[in-house]
Nanobody
Framework: QVQLVESGGGLVQAGGSLRLSCTSS????????MGWYRQAPGKQREWVAT???????VYADFVKGRFTISRDNAKNTVYLQMDSLKPEDTAVYYC?????????WGQGTLLTVSS
């Protein structure tokens, strides 16, 4: 079965850290560009970060310097290390895999940052 499964969400205090994971199955993971997105209550889904198949990364301005995306191709997993968390980071976080015309989303994991 081709799928992405996110994990690692939870409740954290402002200023804290958390690491999200997204593990794939059924994909040739190393070929895929992987991204993290988020959707806060009542808002549209927005892009957070992307890591390419060769390890290059880009970030949305609102997470630069606080979040780090990485991947472990041997584990078919992409990570999002989140530091200096703010209440406005509260959202459901989704990972996405894409390769040419193929695109696959995970089901999401909820992060709540308390003030």
């Amino acid at each position: 079965q081709v799928q992405l499964v996110e994990s690692g969400g939870g409740l954290v205090q402002a200023g804290g850290s958390l690491r999200l994971s997204c593990t794939s199955s059924g994909l040739v993971f190393r070929l895929n560009r992987m991204g993290w997105y988020r959707q806060a209550p009542g808002k549209q889904r927005e892009w957070v970060a992307t890591i390419t198949s060769d390890g290059g990364s880009v970030y949305a301005d609102f997470v630069k310097g606080r979040f780090t995306i990485s991947r472990d191709n041997a584990k078919n997993t992409v990570y999002l290390q989140m530091d200096s968390l703010k209440p406005e980071d509260t959202a459901v976080y989704y990972c996405k895999a894409d390769y040419r015309s193929f695109e696959l989303w995970g089901q999401g994991t909820l992060l709540t940052v308390s003030s």
